[in-house]
């Protein structure tokens, strides 16, 4: 937020000054004014010019643009602001501290008129709360319960994601999981922070995850069973792409006592989402035949808020997401339903685009903002597919169909009527769009005929 009273925001600038030296911090290159008060920023991340000494023009323009989104919350210290500066919105529970009204600073550049501070705002746990109200009546408060140990292992896996190039916790861990895979140090951290939340919370009974070949059983009168991939995408952790955390959450029936009792398919689960570490840590939380939500962590506040209230996802979208290197192992069907979007017929037909990161909470979260198709198709060489029914494509799947979407496996059946034998069964799955899905259908129907 900010006070302008019509001082010039930048002055004269000596570009020479910049170029020569290389290296500049903003009020060296030039100590702003503002209400005749120096500015001084001193934000490490824009201490660095060196790239700019052959781009001087290039340096200014970054500035501004630099000034204009950060300088609101620099600049309030600066210059008491007045109450002709702020407007209560009486509906929101909002307060707007004003610019000079006119969306312009006086000196011709464009600047928000004026920045929302948001005084009513929801975060998960208040989300939790009103929900239980809303919808149980008689809840125990259980299920709010290991929602707040869920919210906690997310909050800490993301604190170490972030640290982790800091504190030596990229690379191996020198062991492998169930399927095979090595184990980064990060899959044993997270496994770890996912295995002992849920404990702690004593709601839970049994927590299957991908890193544990086992069935970990709680003692205690847990009624529920947790199933994760504690850090999905992990091979991708040491280029700093983003990772994240899947899970469903399961009922159990009386009596239930052995991992026979949780396969189970994921019509069954009360909850499911996922939680993607990236250039912020997004939660995509939905609840059986409710809506899909989407919360930020404010690492400031420690809250996840809601930003994305009930989200859909576009009907179509021509964009795909597959591993194209596996196309030699394809099928027929497959195949050709990638072809048909690759080279489609007709005078306008125009092919989709191809997006794949390779990290499905990546891949899904696209997925479910722009629309368009993720697919990790079975083939020859992986008949069964490679992702887990229980805790990769049944959560996604709750995702995808309670945002408007759809998720079928190799065969056209609803992913989430699968039925896995074992904890870590795997299957092919498509999700995404309804109308891309129906596509694929299509497609594959005319190879059942
Ligand atoms: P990792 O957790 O081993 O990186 O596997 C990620 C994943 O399970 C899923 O997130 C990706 O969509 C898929 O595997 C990527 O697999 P490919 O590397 O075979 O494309």
């Known amino acids: 937020m900010w006070a302008h009273h019509g001082a010039p925001l930048v002055r004269s600038t000596s570009i020479q000054e910049v170029k ?19 500015l001084r920023i001193h934000d490490p991340s824009f201490v660095h010019f060196k790239s700019y000494s052959h781009s001087p023009l290039r340096f200014l323009f970054d500035s501004i643009r630099y000034i204009k989104v950060h300088l609101p919350t620099n600049c309030r210290t600066l210059s008491p602001i007045t109450s002709s500066d702020i407007t209560t919105s009486p509906h929101k529970n909002n307060i707007t501290m004003g610019g000079n009204g006119n969306g312009s600073n006086g000196n011709g550049f464009s600047v928000d008129s004026g920045t929302e501070v948001q005084t009513d705002f929801i975060t998960l746990t208040r989300f939790l709360t009103e929900e239980q109200a809303r919808l149980h009546e008689h809840a125990t408060g259980d299920f709010t319960l290991l929602c707040h140990a869920l919210q906690l292992s997310f909050k800490t896996i993301a604190y170490f994601i972030r640290r982790a190039s800091l504190r030596n916790l990229m690379g191996l861990a020198g062991s492998t999981n169930d ?134 996802i576009p009907h179509s979208r021509s964009i795909y997401s597959v591993n194209e290197g596996n196309s030699l ?91 896995p034998e074992k904890i870590h069964d795997r299957s092919g799955i498509y999700m995404g769009s309804k109308g891309e899905i129906e596509k694929v259908l299509k497609v594959f129907n005319e190879y059942q005929k």
């Open 20 to 38: 020569s030296s290389g290296l500049a911090t903003i009020s060296r290159w030039n100590p702003l004014k503002y209400d005749s008060a120096p």
């Open 179 to 312: 399927s095979g895979d090595s184990q980064k140090k990060l899959d044993v951290i997270g496994n770890d922070i996912f295995i002992n939340a849920m404990k702690g919370c004593g709601k839970v009974k049994f927590v299957v995850s991908e890193e544990e070949e086992e069935l970990i059983t709680f003692p205690g009168d847990g009624k529920y069973a947790v199933v994760c991939d504690p850090i999905d995408g992990s091979s991708n952790l040491d280029a700093g792409v983003s990772v994240g955390t899947i899970f469903g959450i399961f009922k159990l029936a009386d009596g239930a006592s052995k991992a026979e009792d949780i396969c189970l398919p994921g019509t069954e689960m009360v909850a499911s989402g996922f939680t993607m570490y990236g250039a912020s840590a997004n939660l995509v939380l939905t609840m059986k035949g409710g809506a899909v939500n989407g919360f930020t962590l404010d690492t400031a506040l420690g809250e996840f808020i809601l930003t994305h209230p009930d989200m859909r």
């Open 329 to 419: 192992y394809w099928t027929e069907p497959v195949r050709k339903y990638f072809d048909s979007i690759k080279y489609p017929e007709g005078p306008d037909a125009k092919p989709y685009s191809a997006r794949y990161i390779g990290s499905m909470v990546a891949d899904a979260y696209r997925t479910l903002c722009y629309g368009g198709l993720f697919a990790y198709p079975a083939d020859k060489k992986s008949p069964k597919g490679k992702l887990r029914i229980l805790y990769e494509c049944a959560p996604m799947a709750m995702v995808m169909e309670n945002a408007g979407g759809m998720a079928i496996t190799d065969s056209g059946s609803r992913m989430l009527e699968v039925v």
